[in-house]
T-cell receptor, first 114, second 112 residues
């Protein structure tokens, strides 16, 4: 399965600022997925990032708040913009590799907004 | 889109007994059903998965069953051990093409 390096692992940010989270995959993947996991909750998909096209956002998530870049087949970033305390969550990236077993997750970014 | 329901939300089991977690899905096009274990502060880890052309799959103490007609699948853990304590998530997707939709999670506690 693919190995994902995600950073930062955690951050404490002031409200109104932005944070960019990076995911680097050790193999080429078509789609990368960004999830949010609020404390004690399940994983909610924010958007799907395809290389060479605009990301596809799920209901309740917008590009202005969560801009995504996907410059190549091994890398993606998610920015959490104009943060408020409600954005405090764990953010995870995920990929699936054709022929491999399942979807793999990055180690997550624990974001606290104060 | 896909909707996955998961029950129970919490489950306490005596060490050595079996645990069963159940999920239902809504989209008949879904063909891949993984189960993830998430320990506190860690990423979800795939523990077992099943594809729609198979009715049951087993890996040591863990098994998953799938009923396509009823659109439900279950995780079975036998001879539970303290290290099985974690949150378990089921998920469903059309593998390789679509996003994973997760269930709401089950907090499993193994009582020594």
């Amino acid at each position: 399965s693919a190995v994902i390096s995600q950073k930062p692992s955690r951050d404490i940010c002031q409200r109104g600022t932005s944070l960019t989270i990076q995911c680097q995959v050790d193999s080429q993947v078509t789609m990368m997925f960004w999830y949010r996991q609020q404390p004690g909750q399940s994983l909610t998909l924010i958007a799907t990032a395809n290389q060479g096209s605009e990301a596809t956002y799920e209901s309740g998530f917008v590009i202005d708040k969560f801009p995504i870049s996907r410059p190549n087949l091994t890398f993606s970033t998610l920015t959490v913009s104009n943060m408020s305390p409600e954005d405090s969550s764990i953010y995870l990236c995920s990929v699936s590799v054709a022929g491999a077993s399942g979807y793999t997750f990055g180690s997550g970014t624990r974001l606290t907004v104060v | 889109g896909e909707n996955v329901e998961q029950h129970p939300s919490t489950l306490s089991v005596q060490e050595g007994d079996s645990a069963v977690i159940k999920c239902t899905y809504s989209d008949s096009a879904s063909n891949y059903f993984p189960w993830y274990k998430q320990e506190l502060g860690k990423r979800p880890q795939l523990i077992i998965d099943i594809r729609s052309n198979v009715g049951e799959k087993k890996d040591q103490r863990i098994a998953v069953t799938l009923n396509k007609t009823a659109k439900h699948f279950s995780l079975h853990i036998t001879e539970t051990q303290p290290e099985d304590s974690a949150v378990y998530f089921c998920a469903a997707t059309n593998f390789g093409n679509e996003k994973l939709t997760f269930g709401t999670g089950t907090r499993l506690t193994i009582i020594p």
